[in-house]
């Protein structure tokens, strides 16, 4: 469905590195120099493998800046439902490996959905209120899926959406089966909505390799459509879309 169409549309700022080591090292900058200048900042941070590069240079870039992430607070976009935090392929254990373990960052300023929750609504509901309670999300790293989806909003979720649990789509479960065998990838997510993404200040997505080309492509190409998750960033006045080159391919 397209929509918003009486909505204002945004180009964003659009930046392009040889590969995908200085292409993170440039999202990892935007995220050093936010914590620099705002040290109570709120940060939105998102899983992925396209992550794991910019997780690197956040390290670093901490270490020889001689920055700390004491006083900020981070948000992460999604997680499975129903798998135990302690699970090798878990948004807690990746995050641990890959960021938390190697900041600063207080265990208690550190967020992610309950994809474990009793009642997930109810804690759906809770985890918008804590954004809001921190103040909103002033920077928001973003990947982007294979079919266009941003966290876990799979194509033809309204732009409207907030927090909530989502049926993950084949094409998004694919890619999942080497983490999870023998076992089968998780069905579900609990992902911040589109409106929660389109609320954060400023956003950062980060795309690397061919397979990116065409969903980053067709984001900012035709109106914004809920076919395409990631279609809705141009409803948002402050992006900056950061990839290397083969991502760029089909620009
Ligand atoms: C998952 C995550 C998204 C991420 C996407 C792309 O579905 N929920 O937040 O952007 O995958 O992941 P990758 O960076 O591994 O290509």
Redesign the pocket.
Known sequence: MTCCTMSRRFAPQFIVLPDRTAAASVAARLVLDTVEHQPRCVLGL???????PVYDAIAQGMQARRLSFAGATSFN??TYVGLAPDHPAS?VTVMAQHLFSRIDLPADQRHLPDGMAQDIAASAARYETAIAEAGGIDLQL?????NG????NEPGSPFVSRTRVVE?TPT?RE??RSLFAPSEPPTH?L?VGIATILAARRIVL????A??ASPLASAFRGPPDESLPASALQLHPDVTVICDEAAAAGW
């Open positions: 998102a899983t992925g493998e396209t992550m794991c976009l999604d948004f973003l990947g982007i899926g294979r989806h941003i966290a876990f993950l998004s890619p999942l997510g992902t980060v795309a690397f390799g397979a990116k």
